[in-house]
């Protein structure tokens, strides 16, 4: 099975932060690697594909990066409604892996 | 308006078994991979299985955890995707989520809100 290992685990920002979230694949995965947003007692909501793609209707201040076995996700200015925990997923190879979630919290 | 919504979450016993149904609206289930994900309380994502679309005979694959108890299937003429459980464990319990993967683009583009499954005597 493929690990998904993501740093770090939490973090405290303020709003107007840019924040970077790191995801490490145990083998190279190409660019099949997405993220994901969830907050408390909400479903996961899609920001990005193909490591790099925005998903239709994720807000633009949401980036990422990476291919092979390093990804990023970049939040450019961090908003109020940005602070939530961030999962990255590896779609290369079966079984399907999440990272274990990075959880941006509020400096 | 697209959307995917699940039922059939609660508590069941040890060993029991349960049928979750998600409905599908605003897309044709038979084009698209449909997986289940699952969160157990408090902890992270994981991938639970998935139905291959009519082009690929709605062939199935399943995490190593579930195999052999859980069977996902699809009701194409009422655009509805179920996953049937069988001796549940403790550590089942979680809430399931049913998933849409559009084949050009291969994540998890669309999700339910999720039901609640608790598995406890």
């Known amino acids: 099975d493929i690990q998904m290992t993501q740093s770090p685990s939490s973090l405290s920002a303020s709003v107007g932060d840019r924040v970077t979230i790191t995801c490490r694949a145990s083998?190279?995965?190409?660019?099949?690697l997405a993220w994901f947003q969830q907050k408390p007692g909400k479903a996961p909501k899609p920001l990005i594909y193909?490591?790099?793609s925005l998903h239709r209707g994720a807000q633009p201040q949401f980036s990422g990066s990476g291919s092979g076995t390093d990804f990023t996700l970049t939040i450019s200015s961090l908003q109020p409604e940005d602070f939530a925990t961030y999962y990255c997923?590896?779609?290369?190879?079966?079984?399907?892996?999440f990272g274990g979630g990075t959880k941006v919290e509020i400096k | 308006e697209v959307q995917l919504v699940e039922s059939g979450g609660g508590l069941v016993q040890p060993g029991g078994s349960l049928r979750l149904s998600c409905a599908a609206s605003?897309?044709?289930?038979?084009?698209?991979?449909m997986d289940w994900v699952r969160q157990a309380p408090g902890k992270g994502l994981e991938w639970v299985g998935r139905?291959?679309?009519?082009?690929?005979?709605?062939?199935?694959k399943y995490a190593a955890s579930v195999k052999g108890r859980f069977t996902i299937s699809s009701d194409h003429s009422e655009n509805f995707l179920f996953l049937q459980m069988s001796s549940l464990r403790i550590e089942d319990t979680a809430v399931y989520y049913c998933?849409?993967?559009?084949?050009?683009?291969?994540?998890?583009?669309?999700w339910g809100r999720g039901t609640l499954v608790t598995v406890s005597s």
């Open positions: 998933t849409r993967v559009p084949t050009t683009l291969w994540y998890f583009d669309l």
């Open positions: 193909a490591a790099s």
């Open positions: 605003g897309f044709t289930l038979s084009d698209h991979y």
């Open positions: 139905v291959r679309n009519k082009a690929n005979s709605y062939t199935t």
């Open positions: 997923q590896q779609y290369k190879n079966y079984p399907l892996t």
């Open positions: 083998q190279d995965i190409s660019n099949s």
